[in-house]
C-alpha cells in the first residue's frame, strides 16, 4: 500500500466550504475523517461532498449508548458508504455485538482509549486501576471477540495490539505527530514512521498538515517519512 494510503486527514473544522477548501488543497490524499465538529455543522451533506469526489471516509463519531441505540445509528451509518466507523468499546461486549449486527459493509472500529487520556488521568479521573498498555489491550481483546473489525489506539499500544490480535485485525492510531511538530494535547503518541513500524495500519494525522502552511507539501512530507516502508 501506498504511504498516501495510509494517512487519514481530519477535517477539524466548522464548516462545508472550509472541509471542501481542504480536501481540494490536498488533492493527493485519499482518507478524510469527519468527526463531531464538521458532521453537526454539515449534517451528512459532507460525506456525500466526500463520494462524489471519490474519497474514503472515516466516520468519527464515537457512538457511545446503550446497544438498541448503537445499534441504530450504525444501521443509518450504511446508507452512506463509510469506509471506517468508531464505536467507544466502553459500550461493552451487548453495545460492541449490537452494532456489528447492524452494520453491513462499513468496518466497525472500537475506541479503546483517548489518545488525550494520561496514565494519572485513567487511574484518577476515571478510576480504571490499570495502566493504559493494560485497558487498551483488554478492550482490543473485546473488540475481537464481538468481531469487529478492528480498533483506534494510541501508536503506543499498536504493537501490544498487533501482537495480540494478529495481522487482519486493523490499528488505527490517531494523534501521530512528526518530530519536526508538537504533541500539542496528545498525551500518549509517536511519529509516523514509529506507529508504522509498531504495526499501525492507518495513521490519522490532523493539523501538522491540516494547519500547515502549504498542507499538500506538508502531507508530502509525512508520505516522504512513511516511504522507507514500502
Known amino acids: 500500500m501506498h504511504p498516501a494510503q495510509r494517512l487519514i486527514i481530519p477535517l ?14 490536498i488533492p493527493q490524499a485519499n482518507f ?31 457512538f457511545h449508548d446503550i446497544p438498541n441505540t ?29 452494532a456489528q449486527a447492524a452494520l453491513g459493509g462499513a468496518r466497525l472500529v472500537a475506541v479503546t482509549l483517548l ?15 490499570l495502566d493504559p498498555s493494560a485497558y487498551v489491550l ?4 473485546l473488540a475481537q471477540e464481538c468481531g469487529l473489525a ?14 495480540a490480535c494478529g495481522e487482519d485485525f486493523l490499528v488505527v ?15 500518549r503518541t509517536l511519529t509516523p514512521s514509529m506507529a508504522l513500524a509498531a504495526g499501525a495500519d492507518y495513521l490519522v494525522v490532523g493539523r501538522p498538515i491540516t494547519r500547515a502552511p502549504h498542507p499538500a507539501q506538508a502531507f ?11
Request: with cysteine; glycine share 6%.
Open 150 to 163: 478492528g480498533v483506534v489506539c494510541s501508536p503506543q499500544e499498536a504493537a501490544l495490539v498487533r501482537q
Open 12 to 25: 477539524d473544522v466548522a464548516s462545508l466550504d472550509q472541509a471542501l477548501t481542504l480536501v481540494d488543497q
Open 220 to 230: 508530502e512530507r509525512v508520505c516522504s517519512e512513511l516511504a522507507q516502508f514500502f
Open 115 to 129: 489518545t488525550s487520556i494520561s496514565a494519572e488521568q485513567l487511574r484518577e479521573d476515571l478510576q480504571v486501576p
Open 173 to 187: 492510531c490517531p494523534g501521530v505527530r512528526p518530530a519536526w511538530t508538537d504533541s500539542q494535547d496528545q498525551a
Open 138 to 141: 483488554h478492550q482490543a481483546r
Open 70 to 98: 448503537v445499534a441504530a445509528a450504525c444501521r443509518q451509518g450504511e446508507a452512506w458508504s463509510l469506509d471506517l466507523l468508531t464505536i467507544h468499546a466502553s459500550v461493552g461486549r451487548q453495545g460492541l455485538q449490537a
Open 32 to 62: 478524510w475523517k469527519v468527526g463531531l465538529e464538521l458532521f453537526l455543522a454539515t449534517g451528512p451533506g459532507v460525506l456525500q461532498e466526500l463520494r462524489q469526489r471519490q474519497k474514503r471516509v472515516f466516520l468519527d463519531l464515537k
